[in-house]
């Protein structure tokens, strides 16, 4: 099974965004990082660029939320027509709701635990998920030092998707690079989101095929 290599275009240039995402075109999907300065103490962007970036890129969308009241701002992420959107389960008052909403508008749901929300509450919706992100950062800020306190909880996680029978990807976010994607893939994760490693280098393209090939050994 190949890995999925996901740049974030937090660490693209945001003015020339449509030209960043044509350097990443070998990428699985573009992750795409919304902040509301509430969630995470960190602002970025909202619905109107994002639906913008769909518009003009040539992979699919993965919308990363770190954004409060998750219930109520999700479906409409889903309702651009990413290919998966992916809320905060500490930002969620009703988590399995939404997993269903976001499905019934077509897209994949995410959901995406903090480096101290524990897996195991949550193991009893892992069929209403396409995709678990587990935050190898505190969320907020691209270029922060990966967390190998977050690899136990990578290698549970896969232990009970692959238990489960259920076709959930485990998504890594945060301090990906050549020297920490290996522990990521053996832990169990099949998802990598890269923005510094990748948008950092001289070659995004080509940084994309080198971690792809790191994660795949
Ligand atoms: C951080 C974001 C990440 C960020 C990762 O809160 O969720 O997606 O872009 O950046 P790097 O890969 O530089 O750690
Ligand atoms: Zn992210």
């Known amino acids: 099974m190949s890995a999925c290599i996901h740049p974030s275009i937090l660490s693209a240039d945001f003015v020339n965004l449509e030209a960043e995402l ?3 075109g070998g990428a699985d ?9 509430h969630f995470v103490p960190n602002l970025t962007l909202g619905l109107p660029v994002v639906e913008r970036i769909q518009a003009v890129s040539p992979v699919p ?13 999700a479906p409409l992420y889903a309702d651009l027509g990413l290919d998966s959107v992916t809320f905060h389960a500490e930002a969620a008052a009703a988590p ?3 997993a269903r909403e976001l499905r019934a508008r ?9 480096p101290a929300t524990a897996v195991e509450p949550y193991l009893d919706m892992l069929s209403e998920l396409d995709m678990l992100l587990i935050m ?7 270029g922060q030092a ?8 990578i290698r549970r996680a896969r232990a ?27 832990a169990g994760a099949d998802v990598f989101v890269a923005g510094s490693a990748v948008y950092g280098a001289d070659d995004p393209g080509d940084a994309v095929e080198r971690l792809r090939v790191l994660a795949d050994r």
Do not use: C, Y
Request: hydrophobic share 50%.
């Open 96 to 98: 399995v709701k939404l």
């Open 146 to 153: 990966f967390l190998d306190l977050t690899l136990p909880k």
């Open 136 to 142: 190898t950062v505190e969320p907020g800020f691209g």
């Open 160 to 186: 009970a998707v692959d238990g489960s029978g259920a076709s959930v990807a485990i998504q890594v976010d945060g301090g990906i690079s050549a020297s920490t994607i290996e522990r990521a893939a053996e």
């Open 61 to 73: 969308l993965d919308a990363h939320l770190m954004i409060a009241d998750a219930d109520r701002w």
């Open 106 to 114: 077509g897209s994949k749901a995410g959901m995406a635990l903090r």
């Open 29 to 37: 999907a573009v992750h795409v990082d919304v902040m509301d300065n």
């Open 22 to 24: 044509a350097r990443i």
